[in-house]
């Protein structure tokens, strides 16, 4: 079906029309959020001409060493809304703290957390990598907003989306109707609907992780796994490993192909007690995305990541998210075990 040619402006405009109380405010800060997308493609694009690839030199607050366009993906992030006039406050991976807004910015209701750049360790391989975000209302009394409003509950997100910088640009994100992609269309700078609606199947044949870390997992997970690779044609296995190391890649193709995504918490190893991903802007924004799109999406316990009341900024959470029917099977072998 050719859909009909709409920037994502159109969009974000026609969905506001369904609210006739609305402000306006929420719609700018998803057009803000889709311009700073298109500075960041840009170079992401180019940056192997400009001479920044490679390592930034300094740390972040995960020990992780910053790529130059880590730091630039954030920086850009932030000047690009915070003159917008929607936010009272920000949280980044790449900022050990909140990041209160300039002095002259004018402030706003909501609040972003967001992963400016996701995959960050692929991009001199020139692995797609992507920009994770997640927008709630502000809750504070101040008009300067406080880490609490960031450190809330994913199901009170009122946005989440991702930009995927990979052979084509795409920003997808969803407001809690229904899960929509946009393609960049670089001859005019526009992002166009090209996948509305987004429906993951509700079954799918790749399973995703990265199983080096197989002997930390817990018996339970391991189960699962073996049984997606024994071969029995009547259940569509053995699965195909799909794994690429960035999140929104690996997500972006489950949502389209289907299938099962896992970063399970390493219970062998003291590193990593809670997996790797962090729960504001990877797990929440993702998960949010994946139900919205009629997936499932649960924690190490089969619990909900969006009932997870965050506690601290960059705490991890594991995260088993895709297909319905192939979450199911892994919750069934996470009830046997328990
Ligand atoms: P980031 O680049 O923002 O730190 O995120 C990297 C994450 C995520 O993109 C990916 O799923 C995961 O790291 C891959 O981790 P492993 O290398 O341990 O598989
Ligand atoms: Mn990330
Ligand atoms: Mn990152």
């Known amino acids: 079906m050719q859909t009909k040619l709409m920037t994502i402006s159109r969009f974000i405009y026609e969905e506001q029309r369904k609210y006739p109380n609305a402000t306006g405010e929420f719609s700018d800060l998803l057009e803000d959020i889709a311009i700073a997308a298109k500075v960041i493609s840009h170079q992401v694009n180019k940056a192997g001409l400009l001479g920044i690839l490679g390592i930034y030199g300094n740390h972040n607050v995960h020990g992780e060493v910053q790529q130059k366009l880590d730091v630039f993906a954030h920086h850009t992030f932030i000047k690009m809304l915070e003159h917008g006039g929607h936010l009272a406050v920000m949280a980044s991976e790449e900022s050990e703290e909140v990041i209160h807004l300039a002095d002259d910015a004018n402030l706003g209701n909501y609040v972003i957390n967001f992963d400016p750049l996701d995959g960050s360790s692929n991009i001199d391989a020139n692995v797609s990598v992507g920009t994770i975000f997640s927008i709630h209302r502000?809750?504070?009394?101040?008009?300067?907003?406080?880490?609490?409003?960031?450190?809330?509950?994913?199901?009170?997100q009122v946005a989440s989306g991702y930009i995927i910088y990979g052979s084509s640009t795409m920003m997808v994100y969803t407001t809690g109707n229904g899960v929509h992609g946009f393609t960049l269309d670089p001859s005019v700078g526009e992002f166009l609907l090209s996948h509305p609606y987004i429906q993951i199947p509700k079954k799918g044949k790749y399973y995703s992780c990265n199983e080096a870390y197989y002997p930390y997992w817990d018996k339970s997970t391991q189960s699962f796994i073996n049984y997606l690779k024994e071969n029995d044609v009547t259940t569509n296995r053995p699965y195909s490993l799909r794994y690429i190391g960035s999140m929104v890649a690996d997500i972006h193709r489950t949502l389209l192909y289907g299938g099962i995504f896992l970063y399970p918490a390493d219970t062998?190893?003291?590193?990593?007690?809670?997996?790797?991903?962090?729960?504001?802007?990877?797990?929440?924004?993702?998960?949010?995305?994946?139900?919205?799109?009629?997936?499932?999406?649960?924690?190490?316990?089969?619990?909900?990541?969006?009932?997870?009341?965050?506690?601290?900024?960059?705490?991890?959470?594991?995260?088993?998210?895709?297909?319905?029917?192939?979450?199911?099977?892994?919750?069934?072998?996470?009830?046997?075990?328990?």
């Open 268 to 338: 062998l190893d003291p590193k990593k007690p809670d997996g790797k991903l962090r729960l504001l802007y990877e797990v929440s924004p993702i998960s949010f995305l994946i139900q919205q799109a009629g997936g499932l999406a649960v924690d190490g316990k089969g619990n909900d990541p969006l009932e997870i009341v965050p506690t601290s900024l960059h705490q991890r959470t594991p995260i088993i998210a895709g297909s319905k029917e192939d979450v199911e099977v892994y919750l069934n072998f996470l009830r046997d075990a328990n």
């Open 138 to 156: 502000k809750r504070s009394k101040g008009s300067r907003g406080t880490i609490e409003d960031c450190l809330q509950a994913g199901k009170y």
